[in-house]
């Protein structure tokens, strides 16, 4: 009686560790429509594709099958919101990634907690800018069509060029974050109209309530990883700076008026596998009101 149900065990730990390798490789877009009295008509139907934490993954050889499939999306912009690198692995493929996706739209970068342990940083930026990305280091830019504009404003994540006390708690380290993302947003916003459609790219899902008191429309986000385990009724099962059974993973998330998108994203950066939580693409289409 052993043997077969040792069989089956085997059998079905088999067809499940080939499944969770088989859908980290698969490739989805999720769509989104964002509609605002603050996008002109000439704006209406423009699209932004989001790229998060990519972390040095690979999806064919040289990245074809994600280059391919962005290709055919044809987004107005990128936007790429953090962990473009995987600690101090990944630098070579980033930047032939964003080498090749340059060539399709405009795009706009901030980093991510991985960006900032990664010995990388400081040779990345230096190739981002020689080929046209835009890294929005606490700052902004605009996204401009038939003359009329959306603001885009992206922070560093808290961890990069911070000397913090080695003794403080986690909640004094979580309070310190707080205040670095309210000055970081501050100075990215500094200048932008009131009557502009703003974007704020941000890595952290969990500073959710300091980007509601921002001036700002909608938010993109990532570094939760879809709590990389999702169940039913669950956003993941853990995600980090959230913890076990978070509740900013994924989707699209609104209060008063304010809108936070958080991606998925696309790699991987644990030894856990994503399981039922396929890589994701957001794409968002801007309507005016």
């Known amino acids: 009686m052993k043997k077969p149900l040792l069989k089956a065990t085997g059998a079905a730990a088999l067809l499940f560790t080939g499944y969770a390798y088989w859908s980290t490789k698969q490739l989805r877009t999720t769509e989104y429509n964002i509609t605002s009295s603050k996008i002109a008509p000439e704006l209406d139907g ?115 060029a911070i000397d913090k006390p080695n003794d403080l708690s986690r909640d004094e380290e979580i309070m310190l974050e707080e205040v670095i993302v309210q000055h970081k947003i501050k100075e990215a916003t500094a200048g932008i109209p009131d009557s502009q459609f703003t974007i704020l790219l941000s890595h952290r899902p969990e500073k959710w309530p300091i980007y509601q008191q921002a001036p700002i429309d909608l938010v993109f986000c990532g570094h939760a990883h879809g709590g990389q385990v999702r169940l039913p009724y669950t956003e993941g099962l853990y995600a980090p700076h959230q913890g076990f059974m978070p509740k900013l993973t994924a989707g699209i998330h609104e209060e008063d008026g304010k809108q936070m998108i958080v991606s998925r994203g696309i790699g991987n950066a644990t030894i856990i596998p994503r399981v039922f939580n396929e890589p994701e693409m957001p794409l968002i289409t801007l309507h005016s009101k």
């Open 46 to 160: 423009l699209r932004i594709l989001q790229l998060s934490d990519i972390h040095g993954s690979v999806f064919g050889r040289y990245n074809h099958r994600l280059i391919k499939k962005i290709w055919a999306i044809q987004p107005d912009a990128i936007v790429v919101t953090g962990d473009l690198l995987d600690g101090d692995e990944g630098i070579n493929i980033a930047v032939t990634l964003m080498r090749k996706l340059i060539k399709v739209c405009p795009i706009y970068y901030v980093t991510g907690n991985h960006e900032a342990r990664s010995a990388n940083l400081q040779d990345l930026l230096p190739e981002l800018a020689k080929m046209g990305v835009t890294y929005l280091q606490n700052d902004h830019a605009y996204i401009t069509h038939d003359g009329k504009s959306i603001a885009i404003a992206g922070i560093d994540d808290p961890s990069i």
